[in-house]
């Protein structure tokens, strides 16, 4: 299948990407893997007139350590960061979320950015990235600013960034010794996409939970925070009935719809057992580091 | 809508083309370089049939622009043997291990395979089956690819050495 005819441009730093986008207006697309790009382009939802592509910039694909957190230039491919041992060693919630997107060969391709700019609600990393309270670096004409992840989605296929503008880094911040995490995502049959996912990240002190992050995917118009979970969750003991309520304050902070993947209900009992799932595996991680 | 000049080095030869900036890399290798092994199944990023090595990762080349591939490296199931007979020990493993029936899932099977070889050894049949998963097969069932896959990693531990086969020539049309 052939997309839709158009020009196709390799600008090699950001700011001459950025020129381009604010020269053809809404009439210009970044591209950055294309794996989510070109499926929509080939079966002809949509239509581009000019793709900006990423892919010869230099200094947008790397993974460093800062002082305070983990470094990700917004070109690194999905398997660069199953892969990295930092990733495994210290955010084994990313590496479950990685190991689980798509399958071997999208993630070959399709980089951590795009995945995250895309704003699709079903994509795995948005809601990670919301329980590590990470933060977005964004470049365009007038300069560069940092979004909280928790303030980048705001609908279907919307987020923070306006148009002419870049994600170039994302940041993740170092946890505290004695924090871990988990993503357990439930897929149906061998459809890629989950019907539910949700991360959990949390910083343990002697058994009482001081700092919890959750968030959940495919359960509503974007990834959700699940801030009363979160805070519920804060200076208590994990006890059986204490995660039991976090999972219930999870669900209360989904917003699914009903459709080929099931109803609401089914939606909300699956959310609930792996949410219960995720704290527990999340937990054990915590104790131990 | 203005061609675009590409320079892509397809099994280790540079092909230079003028082409249309939507021209997917699967049409390059095929149209273009003249090389059919690669196949097109689903055209929808699902099946792995058109599984190809991009600067030596397994992508799917229906998913990928030849424009993005400008300025790099690809391997096709043609680059893996040398010569007309010549099979690499994973081409070989397919075959012994009978890890084709219909043979289309197989190039794609057969560089995704080559690809995780390359990357790591002694996998357990959870890792192999999980490599695997971008690439759909509707004759075999998996097992015997699971095998030659096993069988390929043996095979590839003792030495790197090519298998002379005896490929018949295609007879008929
Ligand atoms: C078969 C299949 C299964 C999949 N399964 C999953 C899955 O289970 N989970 C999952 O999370 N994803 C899945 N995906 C989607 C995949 O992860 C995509 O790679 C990802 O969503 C987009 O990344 P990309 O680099 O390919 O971006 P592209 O497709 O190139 O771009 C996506 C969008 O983001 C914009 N964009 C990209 N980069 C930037 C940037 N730096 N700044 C501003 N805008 C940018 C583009 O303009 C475009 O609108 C699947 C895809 C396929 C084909
Ligand atoms: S033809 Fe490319 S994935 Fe099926
Ligand atoms: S051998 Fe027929 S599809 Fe795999």
Not at chain 1, 208 to 228: D, F, N, Q, R, Y
Request: aromatic fraction near 6%; include cysteine.
């Amino acid at each position: 299948m052939m997309p839709p005819a158009f020009e196709y441009m390799a600008p090699t730093d950001v700011d001459e990407a950025i020129d381009l986008l604010n020269r053809y207006g809404d009439d210009a697309k970044i591209l950055a893997g294309g794996q989510s790009l070109l499926p929509l382009l080939k079966s002809r939802i949509t239509s581009i007139p000019y793709l900006i592509s990423l892919s010869e910039v230099k200094d947008i694909s790397y993974i460093t350590d800062g002082k305070n957190s983990l470094k990700i230039g917004a070109m690194t491919l999905d398997a660069d960061l199953e892969y990295s041992p930092t990733v495994r060693k210290n955010f084994p919630i990313l590496s479950d979320a990685l190991g689980q997107l798509a399958d071997p060969l999208v993630r070959n391709m399709g980089t951590v950015g795009g995945n995250l700019s895309h704003g699709d609600p079903s994509n795995d990393l948005p809601s990670v990235m919301l329980a590590l309270d990470a933060t977005f670096k964004i470049r365009g004409k007038s300069g560069e600013r940092e979004v909280h992840s928790r303030d980048f989605y705001m609908d279907t296929f919307v987020t923070a960034l306006e148009h002419g503008e870049i994600l170039t880094e994302i940041s993740v911040p170092y946890w505290p010794a004695a924090s871990g995490g988990a993503y357990v995502k439930f897929r149906k049959g061998t459809w890629n996409f989950s019907v539910a996912g949700v991360a959990v990240q949390l910083q343990l002190d002697n058994e009482i939970v001081k700092k919890a992050g959750i968030a959940i995917t495919s359960m509503g118009p974007t990834a959700l925070k699940a801030s009363e979970a979160e805070n519920y969750l804060k200076g208590k003991k994990l006890t059986a009935e204490n995660v039991r309520h976090a999972a219930e304050l999870v669900v209360a902070a989904s917003q699914p719809s009903s459709d080929s993947y099931g109803s609401v209900e089914y939606k909300k009992e699956i959310l609930r057992r792996i949410s219960v799932q995720a704290i527990k595996k999340a937990q054990t991680r915590a104790e131990v580091k | 809508m203005s061609n675009l000049k590409v320079s892509i080095t397809v099994n280790g030869e540079r092909k230079e083309a003028e082409i249309e900036p939507r021209m997917l890399l699967v049409h390059f290798i095929r149209e273009v370089a003249g090389l059919t092994g690669t196949h097109v199944g689903c055209d929808t990023t699902n099946c792995g049939a058109c599984t190809v090595l991009l600067d030596g990762r397994a992508v799917k080349s229906c998913t990928v622009l030849a424009a993005q591939a400008n300025g790099k490296k690809v391997t096709t199931i043609e680059g893996l043997s040398k010569g007309e007979n010549k099979l690499h020990p994973v081409q070989k493993a397919f075959v012994d291990k009978h890890g084709l029936q219909c043979g289309f899932c197989t190039s794609g099977m057969i560089m995704t395979s080559f690809w995780l070889l390359n990357k790591k050894r002694k996998l357990s049949e959870e890792e192999i089956r999980e490599a695997i998963s971008g690439n759909l097969c509707r004759c075999t069932g998996y097992e015997s690819i699971v095998d030659s896959i096993q069988e390929a990693e043996r095979r590839m531990d003792e030495s790197e050495e090519y298998i002379e086969e005896e490929i018949p020539a295609r007879r008929g049309r």
